[in-house]
């Protein structure tokens, strides 16, 4: 089409979206006008006045005929043109990025690489587009993937960079570009960009200096068929004897709806392994695989799918994700207002979790208090924490049937305080003293709640009712509530556990809240509230509305060997703790680097009131793979309060430990460890197909333009046109166009021809 | 803290005014409606339902066609101080501690019985002439091992081997779990009160009482299962304690016992 447009018009379509349209006639278009006018007016009269057989309709169509066709003669006399700024030849240089990452070569479905259009293209001594530019511009090459540099020629490329940043390869050639007249970039690449670095800023650069990027985009914009592991959702650190439930996005093309096994393996043994149902072309699904990792220490856990016959790219089947296994005892404490069962069963189904320390604070009278499980004779001595320090040792806290009153307020504020700020685990248990029962509305406490506190019962009896537990949609998918079944088996499960109690009437969770389980029974007017939980503040609260768990464990209808109240409690109780920051924590910004690329290593700072700390001195010692030990000092990043910062350059390949320690004044505030692996990374082989909306983007923004390896041979005249540098200004001469031509001898064949019909001749 | 003896005497007095009214209709001991006092009908009727409390519950059971079993009254052996003993120390429970118990009545099931598994403690009297079948064994041998707890009272040699009686039994229900003696500093004579066993004197007069318990594993670190007075009889002070027949400090001695039991069994 643009081929006919070019022989109709003289020039591309582009000269006309970039010229601006003059008529170069000497004398005044005015005067023409005129005469034009007076031109028609007399044909016009002269076909009017016209006697003979012809009709006032032919006379018509003739005089508009002969009309049109001087206005034709008028508009080539006029000598329309183009005024065009154009850069001058050789004045000006253009930088030609290309990509030189893994995923280059990939092969299209006709066998030939991405590189092999760089190869024809830019490194053969025939290619006519080098040819092309070299007569119009100077030209100078750039390599990119997570790196840009200059490149003298394309010859160097190696094709073998393991993550592609458009947004640096964009800086860098603007900036080494930047003293010399430049009429544009030229970007060849997949656009497959993996380091998430926003392109906005580059674009936004690249416009105030108005340098045009032309972007030519290879590979094809489907790989089919071909099946895609993409993100792994899985905690960087767990609790040892944890069930993990971990969710895998698969995304296929060309395989329909079949099933592929997804297989976990913690060091190179398969621990867990799931059927999964392919969705549609390009829709991805979210597969949910549980399984335990057994022993202390950093692990590397790989998911994988299998390559499929035929399957285009394997290396897309695999991800590793870096976990820590942690070992230590999480301390909870669990205050319970009255002697009852759930203190004794709660125990007893966590007494073998060497990883949970259930501390109980039992009332077992007014101001008489039972103490198990606590460390020495000092804790707890003087019954519930009192001050923050106290409190916040613990990591997370069950409430049990305790009335609000017994609290003062400024406990009350600290059991708020311990969800909000300390980012404590808090689990309210159903019983007399509990929720509107125990009088909690209007405590700082109740907004802490995930369920909504109606008015407490007026029975001077008090409420109570049976309820059949059944998880809910939410539910069936939270690790919490599984009970070790396989998923499509936990509500049978549930629905095998006898029923329990509840005397708090509760059927509504807090916005934002979510329900796990609920119930329902003859003495209920509405669905009760079984099991919710909410986010609030930096920690997370739990309502658990029955008072009676126990039952399933002692229930004549649960078998001896039956083991879901301990799996229950035990679920519930890591629930609870996890994620449960430390005064001291470390992380680093990715889990997994390439040897040599930077890391930032961010540490937040707490004193034992987990208020932030910014006067601490912070050190990271980073133990390499072969014992190396660097130690480094970790600085306030001023930006956040307690927020601690360095970046390091790991250099080896395998785990690197980082053991981060801060102290004020002498004082041990704390200390974290966290873990870090290095090896090349196979970023290149996921989202691998030609990003063609990325690269439209930085060409429309910049003012360039998206090609092709089909289309791109117009790209040296394009940029000529369209281009920034030293230009000068061309006048194009539009009457000797065809197409004004043509439409001369249409409408001159077409009177003669009306003529002939209607026999005028 | 508790104010000690004091408050203990208060609340026991209090109890022994609440339940003058069962005194005054002059009989010894009370069975509901025991027809033919054969003692193996059911007490469903009677029985208070399940309603999350603290219940005190007695094991009913049958005797042995040769053993000591007695009945004093026409009182089945397993009925022994029923219903005032319970009555007064659930009274005594509600005054002393926050256990959330159900003091309008208590329930009677045999081991074999599936309600029997909603009530974490149990009772057992007079296991000298107890002679379960092989469910009441299977019974009891999974409630316990599910998690309950059974308190064994009044059971003495002087009227023949109960001791072994009792022992064989347990062995049939908890195989391989023994009877071992409890020390005297055992976490259950410090669960609520700070006990001396050896000033819970049997109310039959100096008899060497002695405390045996069967632990979870044959462990004595781990829970305690089943709690044996043997030698002695709590139950008999808790049914006299408003009578004046035994001197207040060793009902309170005995009362004080029940509660520990009480209270350890809740929370371990």
Redesign the interface.
């Known amino acids: 089409m643009e081929r006919i447009f070019e022989f109709l018009f003289k020039y591309p379509p582009l000269f006309f979206e970039q010229g601006d349209f003059t008529f170069g006639a000497p004398t005044s278009v005015r005067l023409w006008l005129i005469i034009a006018g007076l031109l028609g007016a007399g044909t016009v009269a002269s076909y009017t006045i016209a006697r003979g057989k012809s009709t006032v309709t032919e006379r018509s169509v003739m005089a508009g005929l002969r009309v049109m066709l001087l206005a034709v003669i008028i508009v080539c006399l006029l000598q329309p043109s183009l005024i065009l700024s154009t850069v001058v030849p050789q004045q000006n240089f253009v930088g030609i990025l290309i990509d030189d990452s893994q995923s280059m070569l990939l092969t299209d479905e006709n066998g030939i690489s991405r590189s092999s259009f760089v190869n024809d293209a830019f490194t053969s001594d025939e290619s006519e587009l080098v040819r092309q530019l070299s007569d119009r511009f100077a030209l100078r090459f750039f390599r990119f993937s997570d790196v840009a540099g200059r490149i003298d020629s394309p010859a160097e490329l190696t094709y073998e960079g393991t993550h592609t940043n458009l947004a640096r390869a964009l800086d860098v050639a603007r900036e080494e570009l930047s003293g010399v007249p430049l009429s544009g970039l030229v970007m060849i690449t997949d656009g497959a960009d993996n380091d998430n670095q926003p392109l906005a800023e580059s674009l936004v650069s690249l416009q105030a200096a108005g340098v045009p990027v032309f972007t030519v985009g290879v590979g094809e914009e489907t790989i089919a068929p071909d099946i895609e592991l993409g993100r792994i959702e899985m905690p960087r650190a767990v609790l040892e004897g944890s069930s993990l439930t971990v969710d895998a996005v698969i995304t296929q093309m060309g395989f329909g709806s079949s099933t592929v096994p997804l297989i976990v393996e913690d060091e190179l043994r398969i621990i867990a392994e799931e059927t999964v149902e392919l969705g549609p072309d390009r829709e991805p699904v979210v597969a949910r695989i549980y399984f335990e990792l057994e022993g202390v220490g950093p692990r590397r856990v790989t998911f994988r799918i299998p390559p499929q016959p035929g399957e285009r790219v394997n290396r897309n089947n695999t991800r590793s994700v870096q976990v820590e296994v942690r070992g230590e005892r999480e301390k909870v404490l669990y205050f319970e207002g009255e002697p009852r069962f759930e203190v004794k069963f709660m125990r007893r189904a966590v007494q073998e979790d060497e990883n949970i320390q259930l501390v109980v604070l039992q009332r077992t009278a007014e101001s008489k208090f039972l103490r198990l499980d606590v460390d020495d004779g000092n804790e707890l001595e003087f019954g519930f924490p009192t001050s923050r320090e106290e409190m916040y040792r613990y990591r997370a806290l069950i409430l049990g049937s305790v009335e609000a009153s017994f609290f003062t307020h400024d406990q009350l504020q600290i059991i708020a305080d311990f969800v909000s700020e300390r980012g404590g685990g808090l689990l309210f248990l159903g019983g007399h003293g509990a929720f509107a029962e125990g009088g909690w509305q209007g405590t700082p406490v109740e907004e802490v709640m995930p369920v909504v506190l109606g008015p407490p019962t007026d029975d001077p009896q008090g409420f109570f009712a049976e309820v059949k537990v059944t998880p809910t949609q939410a539910g069936l998918a939270h690790p919490s509530v599984l009970l070790g079944a396989e998923q499509d088996q936990v509500r049978e499960r549930w629905n095998s556990l006898p029923t329990v109690t509840t005397v708090n009437p509760i059927s509504q969770v807090r916005p934002g809240a979510t329900a796990l389980l609920s119930g329902s029974g003859d003495q209920l007017a509405l669905e009760q509230i079984v099991l919710a939980f909410q986010r609030y503040g930096r920690g997370k609260s739990i309502a658990l509305t029955i008072q009676d768990s126990w039952l399933w464990q002692m229930h004549a209808d649960v078998p001896l060997e039956d083991q879901s109240h301990e799996i229950f409690w035990q679920q519930m109780i890591r629930w609870l703790v996890d994620g449960v920051p430390e005064a001291v924590e470390a992380v680093t910004d990715q889990e997994q680097v390439e040897p040599g690329e930077n890391v930032q290593l961010v540490t937040n700072v707490s004193d034992s009131s987990y208020i932030e700390v910014n006067n601490a001195t912070v050190t990271a010692r980073i133990t390499s793979p072969t014992g190396m030990v660097e130690e480094l000092p970790v600085d306030w990043t001023v930006q956040r309060d307690g927020e601690y910062s360095v970046e390091f350059r790991p250099l080896e390949e395998g785990e690197y430990e980082v053991e981060v320690t801060a102290e004020r004044n002498g004082e041990i505030l704390g200390s974290d460890k966290t873990y870090l692996y290095t090896a090349s990374r196979d970023d290149e082989y996921f989202s691998a197909s030609r990003h063609t909306q990325t690269l439209r983007r930085i060409a429309d923004e910049t003012g360039g333009l998206f090609y092709t390896p089909e289309d791109v041979s117009s790209l040296p005249e394009d940029i000529r046109v369209t281009g920034a540098g030293v230009t000068l200004v061309e006048e194009l001469d539009l009457w000797d166009m065809p197409f004004l031509f043509i439409l001369l001898l249409t409408l001159m064949g077409a009177e003669w021809g009306f003529r002939r019909i209607r026999g005028l001749i | ?2 104010g000690g003896a004091t408050r203990f005497l208060v609340a026991l007095l209090f109890a022994g005014a609440a339940i003058g009214w069962v005194t005054s209709t002059g009989s010894r001991s009370i069975v509901p409606a025991l027809p033919g006092g054969d003692g193996l009908q059911s007490y469903d009727e009677t029985n208070s339902p ?3 409390k ?1 219940h005190f519950l007695r094991v009913q059971y049958d005797v042995g066609r040769r053993s000591s079993g007695f009945f004093r009254s026409r009182e089945p052996a397993w009925a022994h101080d029923y219903p005032r003993a319970e009555r007064n120390f659930l009274n005594i429970i509600k005054e ?5 118990s159900q003091t309008e009545g208590s329930n009677i099931l045999r081991l074999n019985d ?5 009530y ?1 403690i149990a009772y057992i009297v007079e296991v000298g002439s107890w002679n379960p079948t092989d469910e009441e064994v299977a019974g009891l041998g ?1 409630y316990l ?4 707890f059974l308190i064994v009272d009044d059971t003495r040699n002087e009227r023949g081997n109960e001791w072994a009686n009792f022992a064989y039994h347990m062995e049939r229900a908890l195989p391989g779990l023994l009877l071992v003696p409890l020390e005297h500093d055992h976490r259950v004579f410090d ?2 009160f700070r006990i001396d066993p050896l000033k819970v004197i049997p109310p039959y007069g100096p008899q060497n009482p002695q405390w045996y318990g069967i632990f979870e594993d044959n462990d004595p670190t781990k ?1 305690l299962i089943v709690v044996f007075n043997f030698n002695n009889d709590i139950a008999e002070y808790w049914e006299y304690s408003d009578q004046g027949y035994y001197p207040i400090e060793l009902s309170n001695e005995a009362y004080k016992l029940g509660v520990n039991y ?2 350890y ?4």
Do not use: A, C, N, Q
């Not at chain 2, 069994?265 to 371990?268: I, K």
């Open positions: 803290m508790i399940y309603d999350g603290y002393t501690t926050f256990v959330d599936p309600e029997l598994f909603k974490p999974t091992s599910k998690g309950g669960s609520f829970r009480i209270v069994g809740h929370t371990h």
